[in-house]
């Protein structure tokens, strides 16, 4: 079985969602007491957030460099980036390693094509949704991604994912608002919604909407599981579909 690096702390929550659904999916498919290989490098939140915040992307890129050679050197055979925003700079930080980053935007656009959809909605913090990192991913698979149209609709997406999810805080009107947004995204011809940021899933869920839920955590983690046996080579992950559900 391969050993997983898990680069996580933004936030917390979602790291800790990735180790128990990895750990779980190998145990699911091997039995007995299998479980995930893997070393977890947790960033203090408020630094990178910091940065972020100044738009210091080069200080942040410096950063995941750093730890992503720590755990290659610790003997990792992959790299797996515990949030949606840090794939900003993932292909920046894939140049500076010699181990694959599995991005969790290609496994999206693998799975959102598997239904046959070429339109949707996508959810995350400001940089996630305003920057073409994820989209131009999606366009590679001949998906389109439309973002709320709103300025403040986005700045709500993205405030409530800092100041509330993040903190495990969880707001019954922040849902509201936030099923709200999901529907004028429909209306504008979604046909689905991604949920890309790792901390969405844990206000939202499929129940609640009328159209597919991408839930990017589940689908990275698929992909991570899917990776770390030991028949799978990376370049057969970047052309096989998912084969392990959680």
């Known amino acids: 079985m391969k050993i997983i690096g898990l680069v996580g702390g933004t936030s917390y929550l979602s790291t800790v969602d990735y180790y128990k659904r990895i750990n779980e999916g190998i145990n699911q498919n091997l039995g007995a007491l299998n479980f995930s290989e893997c070393l977890v490098y947790s960033f203090n939140f408020q630094q990178i957030k910091n940065m972020m915040d100044t738009d210091n992307w080069s200080g942040i890129t410096s950063n995941l460099i750093s730890v992503c050679k720590k ?10 980036l515990c949030a949606n925003t840090l794939h900003y700079v993932a292909d920046e930080v894939q140049k500076s390693i010699d181990i694959p980053i599995i991005n969790i ?17 996508l959810l995350g913090t400001k940089f996630t949704m305003e920057y073409d990192f994820f989209k131009a991913k999606l366009i590679e698979f001949g998906i389109e991604a439309i973002i709320p149209i709103s300025v403040e609709d986005r700045q709500f997406v993205h405030d409530v994912i800092y100041n509330e999810l993040s903190k495990g805080i969880f707001k019954s009107q922040s849902k509201t608002r936030y099923l709200t947004i999901i529907d004028k995204l429909r209306q504008s011809g979604a046909q689905g919604i991604i949920a890309g940021c790792t901390e969405i899933p844990l206000l939202i869920t499929p129940s609640d909407l009328l159209i597919p839920f991408f839930d990017t955590t589940i689908i990275h983690c698929d992909a991570v599981i899917k990776y770390s046996f030991p028949r799978v080579s990376f370049e057969e992950y970047s052309t096989f579909s998912v084969i392990f559900e959680l």
């Open 71 to 80: 755990l290659q050197n610790s003997g990792v055979h992959c790299i797996v």
């Open 105 to 121: 935007a290609t496994a999206t656009a693998k799975s959102i094509q598997k239904q046959d959809l070429t339109k949707v909605g």
